[in-house]
């Protein structure tokens, strides 16, 4: 079949550049110091709730949730590492004009959109899947213990939590590649991504919490989605999660129909023009 081998070049394509490990580097530190940080707050809090004077504020998780929250970094903020690298696998191949001899290999279009993205969801959930929650678990779990608190790592629901983060980041990847077969402009790209995650879907599920109209359109957002799928967030610290999600399963299939429907329309769009 034509696939596998396209899958195979793909591979090569993301492994033989700098910008997987750059992106993976900077997921590592970057969620590794936010969950190890705010594990360590929140259990300092908890452990002295005399000096810190929040011992009955409403910001503070309850310890039983402290743990499924600060390992909930992982997705909930470093989604946006797996969708840049999927964006950026296929607008690197526009701004490079490697389209034309990728094209002349392999004249069949939408194989080599498939397999792009059937590589970046492997690439998005093992390796920055695996990598990411790793830098997650391993410091909160770490600084939760120094306050003697319960990482519940001896937990199969903690286990099943991380097994469904690494799918969400998988199909962080695959979403990826739809936007950027969407968007083949790399630099549009980059900045409707950072916008969106860091910006705009935030402020979009804060206010969706304000009504009940609006708090059920708010379950499918592509963030929400997934931290349903997860099955715990750190939104819900700031009240961003309130009132009822989907089912992680539900949140599952949301983010796959916005990856392959967000694909179709890229390929019936941008990936179909003639390349110079």
């Known amino acids: 079949m034509r696939l596998f081998p396209a899958i195979g070049a793909e591979f090569a394509k993301i492994f033989t550049t700098r910008m997987w490990w750059v992106l993976a580097l900077i997921l590592v530190v970057y969620i590794g110091l936010l969950a190890g940080g ?41 989604y946006v590492f797996p969708v840049l690298l999927g964006a950026l696998a296929v607008t690197s191949e526009f701004r490079h004009q490697t389209l034309t001899p990728t094209f002349l290999a392999n004249p069949h279009r939408a194989v080599v959109l498939w397999a792009k993205f059937s590589a970046l969801f ?108 997860v099955g715990a967030s750190f939104y819900q610290i700031a009240a961003m999660g309130s009132g009822e999600i989907l089912e992680w399963w539900q949140g599952g299939l949301v983010l796959a129909a916005i990856a392959v429907v967000t694909t179709l329309i890229g390929y019936f769009t941008s990936w179909r023009r003639d390349v110079t």
């Open 122 to 229: 492997v690439v998005g959930g093992v390796v920055f899947g695996v990598l990411g929650w790793v830098s997650s678990v391993g410091p909160a779990a770490g600084a939760l213990a120094l306050w003697d608190l319960d990482p519940v790592l001896d937990d199969p629901d903690t286990w099943a939590m991380v097994g469904r983060g690494i799918l969400a980041m998988a199909l962080w990847a695959a979403v990826g590649v739809g936007l950027g077969a969407l968007v083949p402009n790399q630099v549009a790209a980059i900045v409707i991504v950072i916008a969106f995650t860091q910006f705009v879907e935030p402020v979009l599920r804060l206010v969706a919490t304000l009504n009940d109209v609006t708090a059920e359109i708010g379950k499918y957002l592509p963030g929400a989605a997934s931290d349903a799928l």
């Open 38 to 78: 705010l594990a360590a707050f929140f259990g300092w809090t908890i452990a002295n709730p005399e000096v810190s004077g929040a011992g009955g504020a409403t910001a503070i998780p309850p310890e039983s949730d402290l743990a499924g929250l600060m390992y909930s970094f992982a997705t909930s903020v470093g």
